[in-house]
């Protein structure tokens, strides 16, 4: 069964991209998995005309260990070099897939 979602909801100037995930066969680090999960919320973005750099008001990590945290933070900075979005990091029980350390989702405001 399939998640029923769409990637991102555009209403007027606003954006909401639902939580991405960045499992991968290879690389099950959570700066990689951080990495894929931005990179796919990147791809809402662009979809919606914008980046998240550019657009990105407000995120939620969603972690399944805090001792990640500064793994996630490492590859998280590296998506916002400059007025990083506000943000709440929240460590869950478990994520919809298995091995899954990081869930992201994010809201914007489109230039």
């Given at each position: 069964m399939s998640a029923t979602l769409t990637p991102g909801i555009r209403v007027g100037n606003?954006?909401?991209?639902?939580?991405?995930l960045g499992t991968s066969p290879t690389d099950t680090t959570i700066a990689g998995q951080t990495t894929r999960s931005l990179?796919?919320?990147?791809?809402?973005?662009?979809?919606?005309?914008?980046?998240?750099?550019?657009?990105?008001?407000?995120c939620t990590v969603f972690l399944t260990d805090v001792k990640d945290f500064q793994g996630m933070n490492s590859a998280?900075?590296?998506?916002?070099?400059?007025n990083?979005?506000?943000r709440s990091t929240?460590?869950?029980?478990?994520?919809?897939?298995?091995n899954a350390k990081v869930?992201?989702?994010c809201q914007g405001v489109i230039p």
């Amino acid at each position: 069964m399939s998640a029923t979602l769409t990637p991102g909801i555009r209403v007027g100037n606003m954006l909401w991209a639902s939580g991405q995930l960045g499992t991968s066969p290879t690389d099950t680090t959570i700066a990689g998995q951080t990495t894929r999960s931005l990179e796919n919320t990147e791809k809402v973005f662009k979809a919606a005309g914008t980046t998240l750099a550019a657009a990105a008001t407000k995120c939620t990590v969603f972690l399944t260990d805090v001792k990640d945290f500064q793994g996630m933070n490492s590859a998280y900075t590296k998506f916002f070099p400059s007025n990083p979005p506000a943000r709440s990091t929240v460590v869950v029980a478990a994520l919809v897939v298995p091995n899954a350390k990081v869930e992201i989702e994010c809201q914007g405001v489109i230039p």
